[in-house]
């Protein structure tokens, strides 16, 4: 049944493999915790009949080892995901499940770099003593994230053929973020030259079907390496802590919002789900405000 909800989350749900992974590893958290509460391996029976004090227990164990809220609102997110399964799927309710509830969480507000770090990083990077096309191929990746918004899963899984054969008369670029959502980000012709200048450098023979962004070997590039990168960056040029590949993202919505982009266009070009996630960078907006106006006037 488990492998059954797993495929339905992948292929009906079309989760990202990131997300059916953590609700696997929550789901088979809980399961682990029935078997010691139960004292006996739950079967699909003994799961269809616990109680509302049964998932409280749960709840107060998880309290009890220090896991975060966050990762405990995950958890009970992939628990009644997988009791709405059942339900919508094989007819079998719990009422105890279906009245679950997460935890308040604290709202993280966007922690976006100011321009003048975007420039020092972007324009004059220190030197980390890599190979000169690698160089070119961490500047176009840190442009691509800053001046078209993308994550950085979705810009690595590029495949080379997206940017086509003349990278630098790119106008747009067609992007499958998460749930396979696809949107349309257009691309600054600075962009498009980096691709380009990256490209013609690449030692390594890059097909179509070959990745757009490749590591030392070759392969595909992995986040890790570029999380590596930034810190190297952030160290040498004192950038702050915050400097990270997804604060560029950030940084992109919030100086787009900083120049009078339309909300609802920014929640396009981010490809969120819901214009909720895309108000979290005017709460940001309005408190750099606040900053300045406390700094600059004269009754402040």
Request: glycine letters at 8%; one cysteine or more.
């Amino acid at each position: 049944m488990v492998s059954a909800w797993l495929d339905w989350l992948a292929h009906q749900k079309r989760q990202s493999a990131a997300t059916v992974k953590a609700y696997r590893t929550d789901l088979f958290g809980f399961l682990q915790f029935c078997a010691e509460h139960l004292g006996d391996p739950p079967d699909l029976s003994a799961l269809l009949n616990l109680s509302a004090a049964d998932f409280r227990a749960w709840l107060a164990a998880r309290h009890r080892r220090g896991l975060a809220r966050r990762s405990t609102a995950r958890a009970l997110a992939a628990g009644r995901s997988f009791y709405r399964f059942l339900d919508r799927q094989h007819g079998r309710h719990t009422p105890a499940a279906a009245a679950l509830r997460s935890p308040r969480l604290e709202q993280r507000l966007p922690r976006p770099l100011s321009a003048p770090h975007i420039a020092l990083l972007l324009e004059d990077p220190p030197d980390v003593g890599a190979a000169p096309w690698v160089i070119k191929r961490d500047l176009a990746l840190f442009l691509l994230l800053y001046g078209a918004g993308l994550r950085v899963g979705e810009a690595l899984g590029l495949d080379r053929s997206a940017v086509g054969a003349a990278p630098a008369a790119l106008g747009s670029l067609a992007i499958t973020g998460k749930g396979g959502k696809q949107r349309l980000v257009p691309i600054l012709p600075a962009i498009g030259a980096a691709l380009a200048e990256y490209l013609d450098a690449c030692p390594h023979h890059l097909a179509r079907g070959a990745p757009l962004f490749v590591g030392v070997q070759g392969k595909r590039l992995h986040a890790a390496v570029v999380r590596r990168r930034m810190q190297q960056l952030r160290r040498l040029a004192g950038l702050p802590e915050n400097a990270t590949p997804h604060a560029l993202r950030h940084s992109f919505a919030t100086h787009l919002l900083a120049g009078g982009a339309d909300l609802r266009v920014i929640q396009e070009l981010l490809g969120h789900a819901s214009l909720s996630t895309t108000q979290g960078y005017t709460a940001v907006e309005g408190e750099r405000l606040m900053q300045l106006y406390h700094r600059a006037h004269p009754r402040a």
